[in-house]
């Protein structure tokens, strides 16, 4: 048990001479880590550990080499990962049959095994260390500290890398002076919104009820986002730190996380932290010796997206339906259980250990005057490198998808990005040069959200996009509002007749006036945002709009209803393949004879014909 500071301060002292160990191979001895998040897990990274263990073992290294699991790497394309210290070898792509020759030929004897380095496709270099790659160069991890570093099932190895040093230091000073702290430091909550975290933290503090709550949100619901998933899965124990100091500076006594449970190694790594941190005595009463006790409790979500929304997810926690409350009252005056209620979400309390352990000034200078700190997104969709990065407020957004995501798939066009998920809007390669902030990309149409970044080139048809976001929300509304519930569904009517080229241009003005009535009169974020895709799609690509309903075409051959396949007779060889592939026998003519033709009444353009045929006679129109 740890009962004050210099107990604490001791353990954290042995903790980092073993890590400091274990990266630098003092006394010869090598580190094997493998990543053990979701993405890596599920492409056998698990099974690519077993083997290591057992060759290990097998071949005498037991004392020489240890080989253990950590977070995220964030270089999702790339993984799964194998990395080994001294050196920083960083192996990407591996495969369990490549795991004897990393054995034979690194840990025994002593060689790169090149085939499974980086290759940087500028130069065609082999990059062996992480930190080299172009991909990590412009990243700074503070919300992601710990993650591909530590193991996050042990509290030691997070202790050696810097946990709860800034728990103790917050628990030194006055609860206002932490508050004020934050505020210095200008951090903004990274759930959507960005308000000032400092500020909902003082308004809770304001209240004299005895019993305050804090709330991890952890609901992250999204298409394509895995921010909060990759930090408690691969530093579960830096937002419980984060949610103690919060708790401690508003005066609570109990949090909650509020975790989808479609998130089951989160959860089971968060379970074993909290676990962890009772029996070291640091989750309790008196924590460290002081009057401050404080007890985690966890919930899990059924994956509802409306429960993103505070108010939403307090009512959860209760046992009701995930609903949005009215507001005022805010939750920091009465929130969970009608008590003061400060809900954060898990980047963001992320962050707070590392204010308080580096410092207000250290924390301040990335980012922007208004928009401090970094943030983490997910980067995805039409993009090579795809993953997690953490960047610095005010990168630009061709930073990001040129120079950490290594461009557009396949050389083709870039199009637009979407920022903030179902709830943000779609930037055109005219605002690439744009800084991420919180304002910025507001001012541009847009949002932060929680960061979610989809990438899309020229194959993508931006009606079809805001239809599949409209299609997503009107499944996800929660019902509660009249605006939400109707003006969603009445959106997505409009854009399925358009899409099916069925659409008119009196449907275009009702999609834009609808669009503006939902935004202005829904209940929570959820209905006032959901608009998004549609008014920045309408606003930046009009014109693939006019030509659905106008020309009754889709200019990227994408909408089904809209296209037409055809077979070019100068390039039909007769062969009569994509006739025996046709499942509705839509595709007629005589092998060797007569080129084959397609019965546009009878095809249900399943893209099978233009898949087979191996001499490009079949084009999309």
């Not at 980092?16 to 053990?36: E, I, N, P, Y």
């Not at 993984?79 to 591996?94: A, C, H, N, Q, S």
């Not at 805001?466 to 009445?490: M, N, Q, V």
């Amino acid at each position: 048990m740890i009962k004050n500071p210099e107990q604490l301060e001791k353990k954290i002292c042995s903790c980092t001479a073993a890590m400091d160990k274990k990266f630098s191979g003092a006394g010869g001895k090598r580190a094997v880590v493998l990543c053990g998040g979701t993405g890596c897990l599920s492409s056998d990274s698990k099974h690519i550990r077993e083997k290591l263990e057992r060759l290990v073992k097998a071949r005498g290294l037991s004392d020489e080499v240890t080989v253990n699991q950590v977070g995220c790497f964030g270089f999702c394309s790339q993984g799964p990962f194998v990395k080994i210290y001294p050196e920083d070898t960083l192996y990407r792509l591996v495969k369990i049959e490549d795991v004897d020759e990393i054995v034979e030929r690194d840990l025994i004897g002593g060689q790169v095994v090149e085939r499974l380095l980086y290759e940087d496709p500028q130069t065609h270099e082999k990059i062996s260390r992480q930190d080299d790659i172009t991909f990590y160069k412009k990243q700074k991890r503070i919300a992601l500290h710990g993650c591909g570093a530590i193991n996050p099932e042990d509290i030691n190895e997070a202790m050696g890398y810097g946990a709860f040093k800034g728990l103790m230091r917050a628990l030194s000073m006055d609860r206002k002076a932490v508050i004020d702290e934050v505020l210095a430091a200008g951090l903004r909550g990274r759930g959507g919104a960005g308000f000032p975290t400092g500020k909902k933290w003082g308004f809770a503090y304001a209240s004299d009820s005895d019993e305050k709550y804090i709330v991890c949100n952890g609901d992250e619901g999204d298409p394509g986002a895995f921010m909060d998933r990759s930090i408690l899965e691969g530093n579960p124990f830096a937002v419980i730190e984060g949610m103690m100091i919060a708790a401690y500076a508003i005066g609570a006594k109990n949090g909650y996380f509020y975790i989808r449970a479609e998130y089951p190694i989160a959860v089971n790594r968060l379970k074993l932290a909290i676990r962890q941190m009772e029996e070291l005595g640091l989750l309790g009463d008196n924590i460290l010796g002081t009057d401050f006790s404080f007890r985690a409790h966890l919930r899990l979500g059924a994956g509802a997206f409306v429960c993103g929304e505070e108010t939403a997810l307090l009512n959860s926690i209760e046992g009701k339906r995930g609903m949005p409350r009215p507001r005022p009252p805010f939750p920091a005056s009465k929130g969970l259980w009608q008590q003061p209620s400060v809900v954060n979400n898990v980047e963001t309390l992320a962050c707070v250990p590392f204010i308080f352990r580096e410092g207000v000034e250290e924390f301040s200078k990335y980012g922007t005057e208004k928009s401090r700190g970094t943030k983490v997104f997910a980067l995805g969709g039409k993009v090579n490198n795809v993953g997690l990065v953490e960047v610095p407020m005010g990168t630009t957004l061709r930073e990001l998808v040129y120079d950490i995501g290594g461009g557009v798939t396949g050389g083709k066009e870039f199009k637009a990005i979407q920022t903030g998920g179902p709830s943000g809007g779609n930037l055109t390669k005219e605002y690439l040069d744009e800084s991420i902030d919180f304002d910025n990309l507001v001012a541009k149409g847009s949002m932060m959200g929680s960061g979610g970044a989809i990438v899309m080139d020229e194959d993508n048809c931006m009606v079809n996009v805001a239809r599949f976001y409209l299609d997503f929300i009107c499944d996800e509304s929660c019902g509660k509002c009249t605006a939400c519930r109707i003006g969603t569904k009445r959106m997505l009517e409009i854009l399925d007749r358009i899409c099916d080229g069925k659409g008119t241009l009196q449907d275009l003005d009702d999609l834009e006036e609808l669009a503006e009535t939902v935004k202005n009169n829904s209940l929570c974020a959820l209905g006032q945002t959901s608009a998004n895709p549609v008014i920045s799609t309408v606003k930046h690509f009009r014109d693939e709009y006019l030509a659905h309903i106008v020309d009754k075409k889709c200019p990227a051959k994408v909408c089904k209803n809209l296209m037409q396949y055809k077979i070019d007779p100068n390039k039909c060889m007769k062969c009569s393949l994509c006739a025996r592939m046709c499942p509705t026998g839509a595709i007629t003519g005589k092998v060797r004879e007569i080129p084959f033709v397609i019965d546009p009444d009878k095809c249900i353009k399943c893209g099978t014909c233009i898949a087979g045929c191996k001499f490009g006679a079949i084009s999309k129109e």
